[in-house]
Each structure stands twice: as C-alpha cells, then as structure tokens.
C-alpha cells in the first residue's frame, strides 16, 4: 500500500495522477471455480428519486475460498447523467477474472450476464436521465409511490436471455460479444464505485450466511433497498437459488487456486487467488475485447473488490431489447409525467433488435 501510494504521488507531481489511478484500475481479481448461478429474487420498492438500481453479484472471499453474495441495492447516482454498468466475471488464461464496474454516461459491457430488473445483458431498460431527472420504467423497476415519485412511463421489454448463468465465457458461460456501443462507452470517463457501494461490498463479505457454501446460492439478504443497510425491514430474501453450488472446497485442473504474479499489487484484493495487471487482456480472452474498465474500486477490503450487480422485480429479466440508457423516452412508451424535450438523436447504447427467435424461457425469469 505504501509503494502504490509513492507511485500515486509521484505521478501526481509529474501531473499523471489519473493516468496512475487507472493503471490501479486496471488489476483484476481472478480465480478458478465459477461463480454460482444468480439466485431468484424480488426487487425492493426503490427508497426515493434519483436512485439506481445496481444488481447483486457473487463476489470471492480469498480467505474462506469461496463466493459470497452481494446484495442487489439502490443506490444514488454519483451526479445526474451517470448511469451503472454492472461488473461481471468473464474466462480468462484459465481462471475467471472480475471485470469492475463503473459509472458513466452510458452502460458498457457487463459480459451479457442477465442481471435483471433492466440489466438484460445489453445495456439498461429500466430507465434514462433527461434535464436533470431519472426516468423509471415501471414495466421492470419496483415504483411504489408514484406520487413522490412520477417520473416513470411503462415499456414492455423483450428477454433474449432467460438463464441465471453469472459469468461470460468458459465452460458453460454466457457466449455475448461487445458490442460497437459498448466498446465505445468502455472509453469514455468513468467513476469508481460509490464510498456507500464500497462499504455496501465490505459489509456482505463479513456475513458469513451470505457465503453460496452456506446459503446454497440461496442467500437470507439478497437484495436490499438502500445499499449498505442490512436491517431486516431493509432486506428481501432470495425465493430460490439460480442452480447448483460447487463446494468451496473444488479444485479446478487448471490450477486456479495458485497465485499469479502480477507487476502491481491490486488495492483492496488482499489474499486475491491470482491478479491481472491488464484487464483488457482478459476482456480480449473473454469475448469483451476493448471493455477495459476504469477508475475500479480502491476500498481496504482484503476480500475481491468486487463491485455491484444484482437483479429487481423477481429475477425475472423482465427485457433486453431495447436497452434504453438517456435521454429520449422508448418508443410506446406510456409516461405518467412528460419528460423534458427530447434529445435529437438516439441514445448510442440502444441495441438492435434480435433477429432470431426467442429461446424458450427459463423458469426463473417468467
């Protein structure tokens, strides 16, 4: 920690002192058994305006060798415009490697993991920011009192992706490629996890029932209604688990339980099974090629820094297409209160029709 914080300052003075946070950024947690499936779960009522809602995701314990659950939660925006593009776990020179998430103008490559809720697998149905105010689609978002909060319209959202597989590539994993859209936002200006989002991460990682060795992929605490809040008035529990849990005690072939070298110690990994000093290479490995992710979390957690993913109203993927993020309502969309003027041209983030036709659905995501 003190050497990063030498190089930090040293690039400081050498007026790099960004260019050094995403060389931070750019090491990525990894390990050798996959994360388990995303369990089945309903979305708390959002606590008030200007949250968004960031899914759950299975983040690593090094020192318990094992998963444990990170709550999906509500969180506020870091400013208005920000939008979450949720990290996800993509197959990597034989291990699974963590790919942060972010905050930006527009929703990047979450390696096409359907976390629900709006988080379809491509970009975000569940809403779009327009002169200042957040726009909820209620079709996939749990708005209870619209009289507090009447910025919602109702868009029926197709699903292409009915499974609750959690991570991109490998044996079994989602097979989705970037996108152009989503390569061009993985370059744009991005902001670290929240200080609330970090401590939401440190705090599951100390619950021991939240581990998938104790919960079977069926956590108590599955999604929350504002981050870091685990009272039990706060909590919705998971209705079932999305698939088998391999025991903690696996040890894959590939020897992912050995620790790699890396040429920089990555902040907040601690006891990390093996470390990657460019994410982009995994990215490349993992079909995200180009999806490099900024500005990463730097929390003290010893744990995986792994940030927010999580699902909403029942883990049922209510939609992939279109993945609407800013600015002008989806077309047929049926709004409680107007928005401001639209903007001019279509957000870049909204993906094209699926040509082929939908897969038979998953139990789990009605």
Known sequence: MRINTLIVALFALLGLGTAAEKANAQLVLSVGLAPPALPVYV?????????????????????ASDY????????????????WTP???????????????????????????????????V??????????????????????????????????????????????GGNGGVRTQPTPQELQAANEQHIA?????????QLASQNKDLRASVNGGKP???????????????????????GAVKPASFTPSNGGANAHSASKTQTGTGNAVKTHADPALAAKSSGASGATHHDATAGTNKNAVANLNAGVNQHQNPGSNPAHTNGTPPKGATN?????APHPQAHPNAPKPAAHAQPKKDPHHG
């Not at 659950?69 to 920000?82: C, K, N, S």
């Not at 996890?193 to 991460?201: A, D, K, L, M, V």
């Open 123 to 168: 970009g975000f149905a569940g809403g779009y920011w327009s002169g200042g105010s957040f726009y909820y689609n209620r079709s996939v978002a749990n708005i209870g009192n619209t009289t507090v909060i009447n910025n919602v319209y109702n868009q029926q959202v197709v699903n292409n992706n009915t499974t609750n597989v959690s991570y991109n």
């Open 220 to 242: 108590a605490i599955a999604a929350v209604g504002k981050a870091g809040d685990f009272s039990p008035h706060n909590v919705v529990a998971a209705k079932a688990a999305g």
């Open 68 to 83: 444990y659950w990170v709550p999906g939660a509500w969180v506020v925006a870091p400013r208005p415009g920000l939008l």
């Open 87 to 121: 990290g996800y776990w993509g197959w990597s020179g034989g291990a699974y490697v963590w790919n942060a998430g972010y905050w930006g103008p527009h929703v990047g490559f979450y390696g096409g993991v359907s976390y629900g809720f709006g988080y379809t697998g």
């Open 43 to 63: 979305q708390p009522e959002i606590p008030g305006p200007g949250y968004i809602w960031t899914p759950g995701y299975w983040a690593w314990n090094a020192d």
């Open 336 to 340: 409680a209160k107007k928005p401001p």
């Open 193 to 201: 996890p929240t200080q609330e989002q970090q401590s939401h991460q």
